[in-house]
Structures are given as C-alpha cells and as structure tokens.
C-alpha cells in the first residue's frame, strides 16, 4: 500500500491500464444491499478507492465519497471526475485511511465498499468502524482480483506464477511484494476474519463470493470469471509496469532498467508473447490483441 503513496508512483498509468470492473459485479452488489429490510440509497464510500474507478459506479446513491490515504490517488480521482463531467455534488473524495473514518457521523452510511483494497486493512480496526459508520441493515461489499490469466493460453500459467510469486529476488516479483497484504489478495480475502468475531453481533448474512472459475478449484463454490478485459500485447506490457512490487524491484534494482534486452518486465512480457507464438504457430505482434482474466473475490455482510 505504501508505494502507491510514493510521489514517484504514477496514478495515471495505473488508472488507464488497470481491469475496469463489470457492471455485472455492481449490479450483483446492489441486489445484496437491496435485499436488506428497509435498504436506504442514501450514501455510499468507497474506501481505499485509488484513482475512483468504483467510486463512479455508486450511482444508485444520492451521496458518495471515495477515501484513499494517498493525496496522489485523490488528487487523480478527482480529475477523472472532473474529466467526465460527472456531477461533484453527488461524488467527493476524501484523504483518509480505512480503518478511521471520523468525517463519517455513526450510523450514516448505507453502503460501504472497497475495491482492491481491503487486502491492507487492519481488521482488528476496520470491523469497528464499519459497526460505528454503517446503518442499520447498511451493507459493505469488498472485493480483490488475484493474478491475471490467459484465457486462451492456460499453459501459460505457470509462467505468470513463476513472475510473480518465485523466490528469487532478481529474477521474480515474489520477494518485492509488500506483506501481509500481498498474501491476503492471493489467498482471496480467506484470511480476514468474519466481521462478527471482531465485534460481536454487530453483523449478518456474512458471505464469500469467489468469480474463479477454474482457477482455484479449492475456494468454496467457485463460480464463473467475470472480470475480464481485451487488451493488445502492448497493453498487457504497460499493464505489467503498474504492479506495486515491479515498482519496489526498480528501487532495490535500479541497474536492471539498463540491460540490453530490457527490464525484467519486458522480459517477461516477451516470454509470453514467444510461448503464445508457439501455440499459435503464427507470428505475436504487440498490437494483437489477447483476453485476459482476473478470478475475483467478494466479501459482503449486513449491518445487524
């Protein structure tokens, strides 16, 4: 979480190369809070919201704020926001971290979400405060997306974890992520402890929801993947370059960025690309475009 706070972390690529979530994923959300007795739209935050891309889709809610810690993120929510002409008197952002959110009065918040996010919250503390800020029968829905896959090229699998995961300090992102968190996203929220064994009868209907598809066939009643995203190769290589821990590599690494045959991103990216080459028996160009997919993970509970 700390390095997207860096000055030098760049929230605009970050915004446009990043998987845009589906409407179906709203939608779905929705019908879990429209199902509470009483379901009020009146407000909605979005916490952890980086450059907004959620806050957006809280549409259905008369008020909606997006919290982040990081004054970059903020600062380019806010010009997205005003980018797309989207009325400010239904959308504002405030600087703050999750777990204390004192510009909220208790009981006032009908909605509460976080996008690819929740992974770096203290539990121990954002339980509580979501019992204090949340109404009664308010809901709070938060989701993560775990490493991206091929879906025409599932060999290629191995290759992504290896990237990603692998131990070795120089040839893989593995030791660079920054931790707990990073472990908490890939084991898809598992680890988070259910809201009522922080406090106490505060919550119900606590549920975990996994989009996985195949890919993880251990989580609970994996359904289908519905975060997916059309992209060229050359996407996918500017996608790569918005991981956090690439960031963190670079810094610990600096000499990498000036090998010959490029930094270990691109390296990476052209190992892809030659495996893809190889299936197809047809020659990759980086305008091509491939279908990637991202197994995704809810978390939903009630306000009691």
Not at 77 to 93: K, M
Not at 158 to 163: A, G, K, R, S, W
Not at 193 to 199: Q, R, S
Not at 203 to 227: K, N, Q
Request: with cysteine.
């Amino acid at each position: 979480m700390a390095t997207f706070g860096k000055a030098t972390f760049d929230a605009a690529i970050y915004a446009s190369f990043r998987p845009t979530y589906p409407r179906s994923l709203f939608d779905f959300i929705f019908r879990y809070h429209e199902g509470a007795k009483g379901a009020r739209w009146d407000r909605a935050v979005d916490l952890g919201c980086g450059t907004g891309q959620a806050t957006v889709e809280l549409t259905p809610f008369k008020k909606v704020t997006g919290v982040d810690p990081s004054a970059g993120m903020i600062a380019s929510a806010r010009e997205a926001l005003e980018a797309q002409h989207i009325s400010t008197g239904q959308f504002d952002y405030v600087q703050s971290g999750a777990e204390k959110l004192g510009f909220l009065e208790d009981g006032s918040v009908d909605l509460m979400i976080a996008a690819q996010a929740g992974h770096w919250f203290d539990w121990s503390k954002m339980w509580p405060e979501a019992a204090r800020v949340l109404r009664k029968g308010g809901s709070a829905a938060f989701w993560i997306y775990s490493e991206f896959r091929f879906s025409q090229y599932p060999a290629l699998t191995p290759l992504i974890n290896q990237y990603a995961q692998g131990s070795d300090p120089v040839n893989s992102l593995g030791p660079h992520w920054q931790q707990p968190g990073r472990s908490i996203l890939e084991n898809h929220l598992v680890e988070v402890p259910e809201a009522n064994a922080v406090v106490p009868g505060q919550f119900c209907d606590f549920e975990r929801v996994f989009f996985t598809g195949s890919h993880y066939p251990e989580l609970a009643s994996p359904r289908s993947v519905i975060l997916r995203k059309k992209m060229s190769w050359d996407d996918l290589l500017s996608y790569l370059h918005t991981w956090s821990s690439l960031h963190t590599f670079h810094e610990r690494n600096p000499e990498d960025k000036q090998r010959p045959e490029g930094d270990i991103a691109l390296r990476f990216w052209r190992s892809l690309m030659e495996h893809a080459q190889k299936e197809e028996g047809t020659e990759v160009q980086g305008k091509d475009e491939v279908e990637i997919e991202w197994p995704l993970a809810v978390m939903m509970v009630k306000k009691a």
